[in-house]
């Protein structure tokens, strides 16, 4: 009996011609930054399968003119791209070096009550933003001294509202010791814990495309950016873009910590990079 071409089973992906596969990958990187091409030709068509089969779409052609004019759907298309892999307390060198030399050196030109703004971005699912709320309520001795806003931001809406409701599986916290999982988070249930009240309220979470300006524009300006391993999966023309955006929403001397296989310094010169005991991360120079 002949299968209607997308009655599709879950392990198998339409196929994608070259003409569609390439104009879906333009409106992801157009949208997003990110760069996909044949090389991701299966993992692409499985996504764009799924997202086919949830739409009722009658055919690719048919779903991309969906996408051509649907915001809503696009947002779903990003999503669906999207790397979330993350933990608490990762790559914890620079947590140190935030309380440790970061901090210590920006409140020169702060007096107690001022505020220190914090940006992640990418936050995925919250351990980032947390991570950091965490850690400085435990690590620097100064955090009541001064008022510290924590700011998550992503281009995924599904995974930011993870992020609100706050609840992390067994993965996500087997980097936290164990007085820090009891003090911080409700009892586990059903293989999951919920971070309490207090510090799910410390950080605000709200939309952000670092390769889109106009989305940035409400955030403000920020004392410290993580920009993690996201510059990886762009191009030389995005990680342009995406420098520039972080460099205009750094206050004067502030910081980026960046992923450790990236630098900034083979983007922009509109940094500078200062090595810390902890870690290497980047400062901004106003006068370059």
């Known amino acids: 009996m002949a299968v209607p071409p997308f009655a599709f089973q879950d392990h198998w992906a339409q196929p994608l011609s070259s003409g569609d596969l390439e104009e879906i990958c333009a409106l992801i990187y157009k949208r997003s930054g990110m760069v996909f091409g044949e090389a991701k030709r299966y993992y692409i068509e499985r996504r764009v ?7 009722r779409a009658q055919s690719v052609r048919d779903y991309i003119l969906i996408l051509r004019g649907d915001l809503v759907e696009s947002e779903l298309l990003i999503n669906s791209f999207t790397v ?11 947590l140190e070096c935030l309380s440790n030399s970061i901090l210590p050196d920006l409140i020169r030109s702060k007096g107690p009550g001022d505020r220190i703004r914090i ?6 699912s919250g351990e980032e933003p947390y991570s950091i709320a965490i850690w400085l309520l435990e690590s ?8 510290i806003e924590i700011v998550g931001s992503d281009i995924d809406t599904e995974i930011l509202q993870r992020a609100v409701e706050g609840y992390f599986g067994r993965r996500s916290l087997s980097r936290l010791p164990r007085n820090l999982l009891d003090r911080y988070f409700e009892p586990e249930q059903d293989q999951q814990r919920r971070l309490i009240g207090d510090l799910r309220e410390s950080v605000t979470f709200t939309k952000g495309n670092i390769v889109d300006r106009h989305s940035l524009t409400a955030l403000g300006g920020f004392d410290v950016i993580f920009c993690r391993n996201l510059l990886i999966y762009f191009d030389e023309d995005a990680r342009e873009v995406a420098a520039r955006n972080i460099h205009e929403m ?3 001397g502030g910081y980026v910590c960046l992923g ?4 900034m310094s083979r983007i922009s010169e509109t940094f500078e990079p200062v090595r810390f005991p902890d870690a290497i991360v980047y400062r901004e120079t106003r006068e370059l």
Do not use: A, G, K
Request: glycine share 0%.
């Open 84 to 94: 979330n892999e993350t933990y608490f307390y990762r790559e914890l060198h620079q």
């Open 119 to 124: 940006w992640s971005m990418p936050c995925s």
């Open 140 to 147: 620097w001795p100064l955090v009541d001294s001064y008022n």
């Open 49 to 55: 399968s799924d997202l086919i089969r949830q739409r």
């Open 260 to 263: 450790h296989t990236e630098s």
């Open 250 to 252: 750094l206050h004067p």
